[in-house]
């Protein structure tokens, strides 16, 4: 009987150069599966696949700008060539607006389009990508990263509004895919300050702000502490394992809480 969730399962997992790419590609690797680590950085994405083979895990890596469709489709190529087929895609990736707490207005036509390109249009190549391979198997996994910020209004407008887009095409991908075995959800963090994607937002990570941000986060979580890149490997974990194989169409709050209230 097989102890772990993912046994032999082959998974891509974009931006798995840093936090909750990384972490959802070392805990992919643990239970089981051998990871394709996609990052635009692919160093950072070697190092990741470094930690996951020392571990004594399987796992290859591959540079991937997931805001151009040759990008994207050649990940999936690769990882079907080197282990034989796909069962799980995790489209993670995401950048915030270049100026954390900038005003709607304060977007730039250049911002609004990298974000919107990036953060849409990377699961969109991602899952249409997956769905062709999908199809042709007979079945696969899509778990998209989506937000909080794509569930209320919560600032970083045009973020949020991508991410938004994400869950509509969740939802989407899981109708649609649903006759041809494909499930597709999405988690949806709370903001998460120890990963480096508030520093790609411009905040100094070493700094004061930095700590008081973690505890701004966290006093308006019930739950009362910030989100961690693990806590949404977790849900990932049970989200792309067989132990979800009747959940589809799902928006995951990864959120300490927050939502509901
Ligand atoms: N950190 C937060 O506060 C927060 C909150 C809610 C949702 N999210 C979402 O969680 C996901 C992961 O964020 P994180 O906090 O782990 O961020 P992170 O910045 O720590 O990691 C993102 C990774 O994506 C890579 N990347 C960036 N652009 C890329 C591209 N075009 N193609 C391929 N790789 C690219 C980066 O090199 C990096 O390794 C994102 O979708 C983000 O929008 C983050």
Not at 39 to 54: F, G, L, M, N
């Amino acid at each position: 009987m097989s102890r772990v969730l993912l046994d032999g399962k082959t998974a891509i997992v974009t931006g798995a150069g840093s936090g909750v790419g990384a972490a959802s590609a070392l805990r992919f690797a643990e239970e089981g599966a051998h990871v394709v680590c996609a990052d635009i950085d692919v160093q950072k994405a070697e190092e990741t696949a470094r930690r996951i083979s020392k571990a004594g895990g399987t796992a290859v890596a591959i540079a991937c700008d997931v805001s151009r469709e040759d990008d994207v489709a050649a990940l999936v190529t690769a990882a079907v060539e080197h282990f034989g087929g796909l069962d799980i895609l995790f489209n993670n990736v995401g950048i915030p607006t270049p100026r954390l707490g900038a005003m709607l207005e304060e977007h730039t036509a250049e911002d609004f389009q990298r974000l919107v390109a990036v953060n849409l249009g990377g699961v969109f190549f991602g899952c249409k990508h997956a769905v062709i391979q999908f199809k042709r198997q007979g079945g696969g996994v899509i778990l998209n990263t989506g937000s909080v910020a794509g569930l209320v209004a919560w600032g970083g407008s045009v973020y949020g509004a991508t991410k938004g887009g994400v869950h509509q095409l969740t939802r989407a991908v899981a109708i649609e895919g649903a006759p041809f075995g494909i499930r597709a959800n999405a988690i949806c963090p709370a903001g998460m300050p120890y990963t480096n994607f508030m520093a790609a937002g411009g905040l100094d990570a070493d700094s004061e702000v930095l700590t008081q941000t973690a505890e701004r986060v966290a006093a308006t979580h019930p739950l009362g502490r910030a989100i961690t890149a693990e806590d949404c490997a977790e849900a990932a974990v049970y989200l792309v394992s067989d132990k979800a194989a009747n959940v589809t169409g799902v928006m995951l709050p990864v959120d300490g809480g927050y939502t509901a209230r």
